[in-house]
């Protein structure tokens, strides 16, 4: 089982910054063949990937949050930070961290981003 723990509730004005933090419970060789990574869903929208970190290293990143978002991984502590920059207001929502591969999905509960114009 693994179990995901959000960090980094913020409310933040628009330009600012805030970073996010996952960390998983589950013991290495479990959470590091998974890709890891963070999605958000804002009202009335559907859930979208933000950011992740494959197994092997490589990143993806939404073209909204390219260049303004940094996603990094420790393998060893098991976690996962999301590094947010020059946030707008169509950043709010609320964003989960994930963890998967194939038919496996593991997510957290849940954290609240809103950036103020």
């Known amino acids: 089982q693994v179990r995901l723990a959000e960090s980094g509730v913020g409310l933040v004005q628009a330009g600012g910054s805030l970073r996010l933090s996952c960390q998983a419970s589950a013991i290495t060789s479990v959470i590091n063949p998974l890709d890891m990574g963070w999605y958000r869903q804002a009202p009335g929208k559907q859930r979208e990937v933000v950011a992740i970190?494959?197994?092997?290293?490589?990143?993806d990143y939404a073209d909204s949050v390219k260049g303004r978002f940094t996603i990094n991984r420790d393998y060893a502590r098991k976690r996962t930070l999301l590094q947010m920059s020059d946030l707008k207001p169509e950043d709010t929502a609320l964003y989960y961290c994930y963890a998967g591969r194939g038919d496996r999905e593991y997510w957290g509960a849940g954290t609240q981003v809103t950036v103020s114009s």
């Open positions: 970190v494959r197994r092997g290293g490589g990143t």
